[in-house]
């Protein structure tokens, strides 16, 4: 399927692994120019040549702190003006409701919520000049159905949600879109991370503890990277424009609800 999107301008924030990157990667499939972020510069540097030689769009790399007023200004600077806005950056670490204080919620808050929240500030009056614009923001399957352990995550991805859902209705007047992607378990670092905490806490090996958790998963398997990001890319199509303020689940069926 032709997407309708060669040429326009993409910023992916946290995009040098995982489902950032593997937004980016189907995004320069379908010929759009890019700028990536991360924090750590080889592993930017190298994901950006990668996609450049495999897709031939042209990709800037901002090596920066998203999260930070200072690591967002370089990363805006350097994008300039852009058709398609993808947010992402890592998630808060997992724990238990009564550890967290009020720092560890602002730095959820912050992470997961404010920078989201002024990156499409920065972007939004641009694509409704141009009208036209699309905004995904990578959350989590934990906006539906709460993960315990992930209390910060919870608490901070619910309150993007809630201004994706009023904000997203005030810019598709003009042609632009927001939606937010929401991952159940992908084969990520991330998902090694937190399966390698399950293993130590349960004396098991990271490979059962693994194959334990694909047993809950209606698909049993985890996601991928790849299939993430060519959803990522199709709300950022020509085809999406009616696809407005949605939370769409990737989760291999793992919530279950019927709606
Ligand atoms: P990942 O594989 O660990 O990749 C994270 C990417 O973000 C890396 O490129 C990392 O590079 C970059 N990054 C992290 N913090 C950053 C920051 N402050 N500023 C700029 N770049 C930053 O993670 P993932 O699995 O793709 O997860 C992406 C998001 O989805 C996270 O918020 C995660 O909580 C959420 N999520 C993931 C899953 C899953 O199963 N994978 C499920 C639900 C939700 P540097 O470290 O070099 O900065």
Redesign the pocket.
Known sequence: MDLGLKGKRALV??????????CAEALAEAGVDLVL?????E??EA?ATEIRDAYGVSVTAV??????DE?RAK?LDAAGTVDILVT?????PPGIWSDWSRDDFIKALD??ML?PIALMQSVLPAMIEKGWGRVVN?????VKAP?AA?GL?NSARAGLTGFVAGTSRQVAPFGVTINNL?????????????DTGVANQQGMSLDEARAAREATIPARR??T?QE?GQTCAFLCSQHAGFIVGQNILLDGGATNATL
């Open positions: 924030t946290a995009s040098s692994k995982g489902l950032g990157r593997g972020n991360a924090r750590g510069e592993a930017l994901t090596a920066a702190d998203i999260t930070t690591g990363v992402n950056a890592g998630g808060p992470a997961n920078t990578i959350t989590s399957q934990s993960i992930l995550s929401l991952p159940g378990i992908h084969a990520t670092d991330r998902a090694v991370g937190l985890y996601g990277a993430f």
